[in-house]
């Protein structure tokens, strides 16, 4: 069984940092793509940023700039350095994996979330 695990979340003033983790542990394979997302109250989960198992990455034209997502593959880990932060980034931030087990072949995972708040 696989488990997604995320840190780091708390109330920070706008124009502050965080960093969020999120280890995987369990029977893990290889951890292909792997994600944060963000749900805000009352809107949609929506994508911030990804990483690819070769490094590649990608992010939200809205975090652009201000947020770095960085992995460590023999730790199973996946970072999101969010700076210059603003109030309109204040939600619940998720982390997701695709994950290769022996037991469950290739498929997505979640984490339980750590929430952001950001004051202004």
């Known amino acids: 069984q696989v488990q997604l695990v995320e840190s780091g979340g708390g109330l920070v003033q706008a124009g502050g940092s965080l960093r969020l983790s999120c280890v995987a542990s369990?029977?893990?394979?290889?951890?292909?793509?792997i994600a944060w997302y963000r749900q805000a109250p009352g809107k949609q989960r929506e994508l911030v940023a990804h990483i690819l198992s070769g490094g590649t990455t990608n992010y939200a034209d809205s975090v652009k700039g201000r947020f770095t997502i960085s992995r460590d593959n023999a730790k199973n880990t996946v970072f999101l350095q969010m700076n210059s932060l603003k109030s309109e980034d204040t939600a619940v931030y998720y982390c997701?994996?695709?994950?290769?087990?022996?037991?469950?072949?290739?498929?997505?995972?979640w984490g339980q979330g750590t929430q952001v708040t950001v004051s202004s």
């Open positions: 997701n994996a695709v994950i290769s087990t022996v037991v469950a072949g290739i498929r997505g995972y």
């Open positions: 369990g029977s893990i394979g290889t951890i292909n793509h």
